[in-house]
């Protein structure tokens, strides 16, 4: 027996990864060319029973056959899948993808081969087609009819009913009762008849991919799920059965599961004869052999098992196709079986970057057909890879075989994904252009790039309905787009899902490759653009003078917000008290009124200063600081308004929280595309601007010298403001921690009283938890007195449920990358449970252990612990030693429901979701500096491959980049979140040869974006920068500190 030994790595208890740079999207070797020659049909019987005839060559490869039934299905992620047929021997095997069919099924025409899932993800969100997930629920059916899937009654009658929902949609009791008796789903289904048709009432509204969802929710929960069981005997001569999984090798006895071996465990596996072994790592805390060994009926069972094994860590805990081994020149011992085939990781990197089109699919027994969206675009590269497969095993595989783990395989953190390398491969159907779309100059180019992603999480269609996840690309969608259409609702009907060039639904172009953009607001001759710029005074003033205009020209259409469109809403229904009305509408129109008639002045005083009239008296009006001073000293006037809006925040929750309709009015308003950011952020808008003034004017204050004529201005106007803003600083701070965890509160599931009094929000963030199943992607929610951690579901909403939290009082915090072996890695250990995470990089960990350290030295000082908050679910206090199965109980997974309850559509593209996809975090001290940090004006934006500039009115808030036609549009036509983005100076090798040009880049995302002016330059540089690296604690403390309000 030969063997291949590798010396262990330090993260050898994990798996975890050495080092990084490996590219996941080569696909290894590929398999031998189809040869041609006589063709062999070769009968297949799919997961919904039906059968199919494929003609493949007898000489080609077993890929060949899979491939072309996962064509036939129209299937993306069919790696999952695999072929199982009994050979010669009547022993079921699975379809060797690398060796000749003929040389497999020695009688095609007497053995029906079965498409079947193989591969059994721990986390069906890994799946991002709604057509995977089917195909999955249809597995889980077949299994439970067959007796494979053994679960309590309470699990098989709602795993039932969530069928039967899928099946003939909304309760009907008739129609159910008759539906059954046709039907055998279970072998105990008339004895819990009433009890599934009881659970079907509750399904009322589900949609039948809402139903594969909860089945597959249910389903993973069980200990048999996707467990085959193979026969043998131990040493003593004991009967179990071995299984393997995603998490590693299973012992049951019966369908009792008796113990488990982590991946991270084992170090070798091979056979010898009939004898299976397992070699583990050693492990002083480990009672267990160092080999144990585990006697099989034959040979042939025991090399059929071993395989499998081989596949299944390859496929979960690789990155990428093991390379193969090269031949011996003299002899070989062993096998050279290899796993072949993408690995997990690779397949969701293909989905969520390759090119796919929108497909219909037929449920089998469905009255609804499902359309999946598969975008023609690149989606979020960064998005939910599983984090076990974020760790490269050290395992060997015996019998002289080619070991997948024969190599390290590290994950590339960022691996390339340019469109020129890749683009080929990922994007086999041509780009299709929209209808009536025209291409001028360079600016059709930028349909062929891509660049533009449209938003998948956050898009809804116009009028309210109830949530429908119904494709894989949807509401439920997995990824986050680059560049987010902001199209949620409005007068206009909109598309549920736009892909770049077309509409799903009305086949219309895109607003971002329409004419609306591409001619009108197109592309201008350089020639043009510099002419223009040189008729512009070059006076920095004059840029700081137009910084107010164009900021108060973003800050009037905020206003607009509330006291028309809002106002507009509220009128039409009778859902918000008049004491409220009272006190929101009458405190915001007259600073409407005021601000309307400020934008005027400062709009004639910068045509003056331009010389676009009175040419002759433009010196006396080169300068800002009278009419900012003017102003400024009648917004004292307002004073009162502004002291009002906080009460309204909090009235307007207040009233939220008291009644549905109201809350369900303000919901609705906050899909339509006026509302582009949380309704109470536009709220507190007066009391950010106050600090835009304040900023303003102490730049012009450092530029001019005392001598200057507008320097008296500019400093009267700065002590004013700088008064005004000392007596509502206090109220602004509580405002926007306010605000900040009501807007928290609408992206969790699972807590009851997150809004108390003296809790502040510290940072949110993405981190990996550890747990038997590995490191999984886990969100962070660290305030002043508990840490929560949630996970996130393809759910109507987008929203995260809770698992646990760890109160902060008593909390003790150390570094464990040695103890653990894994990269940035912490243990938290609180008084009742201890967990271990890690963060994706040094700077993100430094950011966590400052705010963690800083949340329990806060905690320390108050009087005790923090209250109990969880709604559900209890607080997993399991060690990650203990947490191996990570089960719930089979009677209480009635209530699992709860995580996809119709919840009404959600935003998707909150800076949560940023943060779960681009893998980092984001603190209160970050939000208030993006408040302070806001701006608007003119940009001209180029694609990487593109020659043309496209001019665009453009608005920076929120972390985010907000794109119009022109400043008189009433909401965006796109957006781009910056977080995780990196801010450059176009090198000389990228050939823009233009002055004040930056760089915005993700990957292989590219955008080029021209200011008009150093100062603006240099202003867009600052503010963008401020979004894509946050400053640490100290450092913005200390800047705050130097403003005194």
């Not at 679960?151 to 929902?165: E, G, K, M, N, R």
């Amino acid at each position: 027996m030969g063997e291949i030994e590798q010396r262990p790595t330090p993260g050898s208890r994990l798996g975890a990864a050495e080092n990084s740079g490996i590219s996941t999207l080569e696909h290894g070797q590929k398999p031998p060319p189809t040869p041609s020659g006589k063709l062999m049909s070769v009968r297949i019987q799919m997961l919904d029973d039906t059968q199919e005839a494929f003609e493949v060559p007898q000489r080609a490869p077993g890929k060949v056959l899979l491939d072309a039934v996962c064509s036939h299905l129209n299937l993306v992620e069919g790696d999952y899948f695999g072929l199982e047929f009994p050979d010669h021997k009547k022993i079921t095997v699975w379809l060797d993808l690398l060796k000749p069919i003929v040389k497999q099924i020695r009688r095609p025409k007497h053995v029906v081969v079965k498409f079947v899932v193989k591969f059994f993800p721990p986390d069906h969100t890994q799946l991002q087609e709604e057509l995977t997930r089917y195909l999955f629920a249809l597995q889980v059916k077949q299994d439970l009819a067959q007796g494979r899937l053994t679960c309590s009654d309470t699990s098989a009658a709602l795993l039932v009913s969530h069928i039967v929902q899928s099946e003939i949609g909304d309760f009907d009791e008739a129609s159910d009762r008759e539906h059954l008796a046709k039907n055998k789903y279970i072998p105990q289904q008339d004895a819990l008849e009433d009890k599934i048709v009881e659970f079907h009432h509750n399904h009322i509204g589900q949609t039948p991919a809402e139903s594969d969802f909860q089945l597959l929710e249910i389903a993973r929960r069980l200990e048999m799920y996707g467990v085959r069981l193979h026969p043998a005997k131990d040493r003593e001569g004991t009967k179990i059965n071995l299984a393997v999984a995603n998490t590693g090798i299973l012992v049951f006895q019966g369908f009792t599961k008796i113990n488990a071996f982590n991946w991270a465990k084992v170090r070798k596996l091979s056979f010898k004869r009939k004898r299976f072994l397992i070699k583990l790592r050693p492990d002083v805390n480990s009672s267990y052999q160092d080999t144990l060994e585990f006697l099989m009926a034959s040979r042939d069972f025991c090399k059929s098992f071993w395989k499998i094994c081989v596949e299944h860590h390859a496929f979960f805990r690789l990155f990428e196709e093991p390379k193969p081994k090269p031949k011996p020149v003299l002899f070989s011992r062993g096998s050279s079986f290899r796993f072949s085939g993408r690995t997990q990781k690779q397949v969701l990197d293909y989905v969520k970057e390759g090119g796919h089109k929108k497909v219909q699919f037929e449920r089998k027994h469905s009255k609804i057909h499902s359309i999946r969206s598969l975008a023609t675009q690149p989606a979020e590269p960064n998005s939910e890879v599983p984090k076990q497969a974020q760790q490269s095993a050290s395992l060997t595989f015996g019998e002289g075989a080619a070991s997948p783990g024969g190599q390290s395989c590290q994950p590339g953190r960022d691996p390339p994904a340019s469109a020129d390398e890749h683009g080929p491969q990922r994007n086999p159907t041509p780009q299709r252009s929209p209808a009536g779309s025209t291409k001028a100059d360079g600016a059709g180019r930028a349909e062929t790039e891509e660049e533009e992603e449209v938003a998948k999480d956050r898009t809804q269609q116009s009028r309210p309905r109830p949530p429908q996840p119904s494709t894989g690309s949807l509401t439920g969608s997995p990824h986050l787009s680059e560049l987010s259409i902001n199209s949620q609702g409005g007068a206009a009907p909109t598309s549920t899902v736009l892909s770049p060039n077309l509409s799903p639904d009305t086949k219309q172009a895109s607003p971002l490759v329409s004419p609306l953009l591409n001619d009108q607001a197109g592309p201008r001759t350089d020639d043009e653009d510099d002419g223009r710029r040189k008729r512009f005074p070059t006076d920095k003033a004059y840029f700081i003078a137009k910084e107010v205009s164009t900021t108060e020209r973003t800050y009037l259409k905020d206003l607009e917000v509330i006291t028309s469109w809002f106002q507009s809403t509220v009128s039409k229904e009778d859902s918000m008290p008049e004491t409220l009305k009272s006190l929101i509408f009458p405190n915001f129109e007259p600073l409407h009124k005021f601000h309307t008639n400020f934008l005027k002045e400062i709009e004639q005083r910068l045509a003056l200063w331009e010389g676009r009239s009175n040419a002759h008296i433009r010196g006396d009006y080169q300068r800002i600081g009278d009419v900012l001073l003017k102003n400024i000293q009648g917004m004292k006037q307002l004073a009162a308004h502004l002291w009002k809006h906080s009460e309204a925040l909090e009235a307007l929750e207040t009233g939220i929280r008291g009644s549905r309709r109201l809350e369900s009015l303000c919901r609705d308003f906050e899909l339509q595309k006026v509302c582009y950011l949380s309704l109470n952020t536009f709220l507190l808008r007066p009391l950010h601007r106050l600090m835009h003034y304040k900023q303003v004017l102490e730049r012009l204050c450092k530029h001019h010298p005392p001598s200057h004529t507008d320097f008296r201005d500019c400093r009267a106007a700065l002590a004013e403001i700088t008064e005004m803003v000392a007596q509502l600083h206090g109220t602004m701070i509580k405002m926007e921690n306010f605000q900040k965890l009501h807007e928290l509160k609408k992206d969790l599931i699972g807590v009851d009283n997150l809004v108390i009094p003296g809790r502040e929000f510290i940072r949110l963030g993405s981190l990996s938890k550890l747990s038997g199943k590995g490191l999984q992607q886990r969100m962070f929610f660290l305030f002043n007195d508990v840490l929560l951690y949630t996970s996130r579901g393809l759910t109507a909403s987008n929203q995260f449920k809770v698992h646990g939290q760890l109160p902060l009082y008593g909390m003790t915090m150390e570094e464990s990358e040695d103890e653990w072996g894994v990269p940035h890695c912490l243990t938290l250990r609180g008084q009742r449970q201890s967990i271990v995470v890690a963060a994706s990089s040094r700077s993100e960990m430094e950011k966590w252990v400052e705010d963690i350290q800083m949340a329990i030295d806060l905690a320390e000082k108050s009087s005790g612990p923090a209250p109990e908050f969880l709604a559900s679910s209890p607080p997993d206090s399991k060690s990650p030693e203990e947490a191996a199965g990570d089960q719930e109980s089979e009677d209480d997974l009635s209530a699992s429901r709860t995580s996809l309850e119709r919840q009404a559509p959600h935003r998707g593209n909150t800076m949560v979701h940023v943060c779960w996809h681009r893998n980092t975090s984001v603190s209160m001290v970050d939000f208030s500096v993006a408040v302070e940090n806001q701006l608007s004006g003119n940009l001209l934006r180029k694609f990487k491959n593109s020659n043309g500039w496209q001019k665009l009115w453009v608005v920076f808030t929120n972390f985010c980049l907000f794109f119009y036609k022109s400043h008189q549009d009433s909401h965006p036509l796109a957006s781009l979140p910056l977080l995780g983005y990196s801010l450059t100076i176009p090198s000389e090798s990228e050939d823009l040869h233009k002055d004040y040009v930056f760089k915005l880049h993700f990957k292989s995302h590219v955008y080029y974006f021209r200011a008009e002016s150093e100062y603006t330059f240099e202003r867009w540089m600052e503010v963008i920068r401020s979004a894509t690296s946050s400053a640490s604690r100290a450092h913005v403390l200390s800047h705050k500190e130097s403003h005194v309000y």
